[in-house]
Nanobody
């Protein structure tokens, strides 16, 4: 399985971005997906996750109400819609796939990772 995340860039505080992550492989629709981020000098942290069929999602408290995760299994793609961005959202964002149907918060539960895309929010 290979993951390709994109859509990062420079945005002003209060702005929006959408990060798509495309996956290869025919089993994408069976697996849970997650978005994580890592800011300079900090550990990688969970941002959002979605179960295999989109039936359940979960968000970090810091992004709840501002970010939305969704997936299109026909396109093998998961999305992170980010609104009301804040400077503290600045980080490299990674998508990850878990070889299981249900999302987990811990990074160690995920099996494959994309290369990351940088999001910079200016104040």
């Amino acid at each position: 399985v290979q993951l390709q995340a994109c859509g990062g860039g420079l945005v002003q505080a209060g702005g929006s971005l959408r990060l798509p992550c495309a996956a290869s492989g025919r089993t994408f629709s069976s697996y849970a997906m997650g978005w994580f981020r890592q800011a300079p000098g900090k550990e990688r942290e969970f941002v959002a996750g979605i179960d295999w069929n989109g039936g359940r999602t979960h968000y970090a408290d810091s992004v709840l109400g501002r970010f939305t995760i969704s997936r299109d299994n026909a396109k093998n793609t998961v999305y992170l819609h980010m609104n009301s961005l804040k400077p503290e959202d600045t980080a490299v964002y990674y998508c990850a796939i878990r070889r299981g149907s249900y999302l987990y918060v811990a990074p160690d539960e995920y099996d494959y990772w994309g290369q990351g895309t940088l999001v910079t929010v200016s104040s």
